[in-house]
Every structure is written in structure tokens, then in C-alpha cells.
């Protein structure tokens, strides 16, 4: 059974990570980091985190590994090869990708967990950074159900709204759903905040009208007032973003979905990166079209 003295070693503390680590120490969790720029992680080794130089060596002395890094290819090079997880973490091990990546390399991380007597499970979130801070994520987890209740108290900390949607890759699946929906409701968001303006309304006031009724979003309660103040800082990365819907395109074109609005999306934070906000926070799209 899962208990306090095991330690939890996590790979990737950046905007979500971060905030998610920082949760696993508060409620007494020994917790071992490694990441690419071990300045991001000082925050949690102040907390008491314990710095691990590579992969390879938080894998052989972690209970759990938990993975929160950028991109597929960043997936692969910490779990696969001589010095990735799969190959360093000791028989019992369970290894849990948080990540937003792509189903069938899921699937490959489990069938390869599976041989080495290690336990994986695809979890990726929903919620930003706020949900990532205050314990409230949205998990969607691909696996096997020993596995998941096993883990049950580790996401009970992370999240609030915890579903085992299927076997490996169904977490990613559903988090490409996740993904999806967002991506033209921000399209939504941004037209109806430009409108506002352009009708001469408070936005401020539009907001508090529309985001209680049949148009109410996370992203039109959460992301619209920091577009009408401004701020543009990451809570989520617009590059990670594209990174999300580019998979989820050639998810859906792999399985011959008509997606438009997923395409029209994508095509237009890919001209906002192209315009220098890749690193900005996804509610930056307003900057496109107030330039249009």
C-alpha cells in the first residue's frame, strides 16, 4: 500500500509541475527532482525537494516517478534508452506520464513497463496553472484499475476531478478531447472581448453577464479577465498548445474526423507564435486580432 515513506520522484517542474510537486511535499511526500535547468526546481528544493543530477538516478531510487515535461520527443528521452526511466527504475516501480502526449506512445511506455515489471499509467491534466496550484486539476488517466487505486491518494492531491477513462493511451485520448473543445472556444472568447470593445461595452461587465449562462467556460471565467488586463504571462504556453493540437489533428486525421475548427485554431496560434508569443500564455491570441 502506498504510504509517506515512499518517495515520489518527479521529472519536470515548470509552470505545472512546479505547483504540482510543491502539493506532493506539503502533504508529506519524500520527493526527489530532476529537470533540465535546475533553477526551476529551487524553489522546491528550498521546500525540502531532494536534487537528483540525472533521470537515471532518480529512477533507481524512486517508488513512483511522476513526468511532467514538454513535448512527445521529450517523453522518449526520458523513458526510452540506456539512461531513461524504463531502463533505470528499479521492479515495482510505477511511472505515471503527465505530460499532454500522443496515445500510441502511451502504449508503448505501458507494454514496455509491462516487460521490465514496472506499472505505467498516461495521466494528463487540465486546469492551468491556478488549477495546478491549488490542488484542483482535472486528471485523465489511461491504465489498469490496480494501478489507478493504488495511485488514488497521490491524485487526490494533484486534482479533484480523477476519471480512469480506459486502458494505456485513453488518458491522452481524452485529454485531445480536453483539447479540442478549448481550442475553438478561445476562438469564441477572444471574438466576443474584441466585440465588447468594439460595441462600446465594459468588457469587465459583459463578463460578469455571460460567464454564469449558457456561455460559460474556464477559459471565459479564467483567461478572459487577464486578456482585458493585459496580462499575458503563461499560465499555459501557446507552444505547448500547438504542440497539443498538432497531435490531436493527426490523431483525428488517423482516424478520418472532420475537425475544422481544430484546424482554424491551430492555424491561427501558429501565426501568433510566427509573431513572437510562442511563450506567452494562450489567452495571447486577443493580440492577433486586435492586430487584424
Not at 44 to 64: C, R
Not at 200 to 221: E, F, K, M, Q, Y
Not at 239 to 268: C, Y
Amino acid at each position: 500500500m502506498l504510504s509517506k515513506d515512499n518517495t515520489i520522484g518527479f521529472i519536470g517542474t515548470g509552470v505545472m509541475g512546479k505547483s504540482m510537486a510543491s502539493n506532493l511535499l506539503n502533504a508529506g511526500y519524500p520527493i526527489t527532482v530532476h529537470t533540465r535547468t535546475k533553477g526551476k526546481a529551487k524553489d522546491l528544493l528550498d521546500q525540502g525537494a531532494v536534487w537528483k543530477e540525472s533521470v537515471a538516478d532518480i529512477s533507481y531510487s524512486a517508488d513512483v516517478i511522476i513526468t511532467m515535461v514538454g513535448y512527445p520527443t521529450d517523453v522518449e528521452e526520458v523513458y526510452f534508452g540506456a539512461a531513461g526511466i524504463l531502463a533505470n527504475a528499479k521492479a515495482g516501480t510505477y511511472v505515471v506520464d503527465m505530460t499532454t502526449s500522443k496515445p500510441a506512445l502511451a502504449q508503448d511506455i505501458f507494454q514496455k513497463a509491462k516487460e521490465n515489471k514496472l506499472y505505467a499509467l498516461d495521466a494528463p491534466v487540465s486546469g492551468g496553472d491556478v488549477g495546478a496550484k491549488n490542488g484542483k486539476l482535472a486528471i485523465m488517466i489511461g491504465g489498469e484499475q490496480k494501478d489507478f487505486d493504488y495511485l488514488a491518494p497521490l491524485f487526490e492531491i494533484l486534482g479533484e476531478n480523477i476519471i480512469l477513462q480506459g486502458p494505456a493511451g485513453a488518458g491522452q485520448h481524452t485529454k485531445l478531447c480536453n483539447q479540442i473543445t478549448i481550442a475553438t472556444n478561445m476562438i469564441g472568447v477572444t471574438e466576443a472581448i474584441i466585440y465588447a470593445k468594439k460595441a462600446g461595452l465594459d468588457p469587465v461587465r459583459v463578463l460578469d453577464s455571460i460567464t454564469t449562462g449558457a456561455a460559460g467556460s474556464w477559459s471565459l471565467s479564467n483567461l478572459a479577465p487577464r486578456m482585458i488586463k493585459g496580462d499575458f504571462a503563461p499560465g499555459f504556453f501557446v507552444k505547448h498548445f500547438i504542440k497539443d493540437m498538432t497531435i490531436a489533428l493527426e490523431s483525428a486525421r488517423e482516424m478520418e474526423l472532420f475537425t475544422p475548427g481544430l484546424a482554424l485554431s491551430l492555424e491561427l496560434y501558429q501565426e501568433l507564435a510566427e509573431n513572437g508569443e510562442a511563450d506567452s500564455g494562450t489567452q495571447a491570441l486577443i493580440k492577433l486580432f486586435e492586430q487584424k
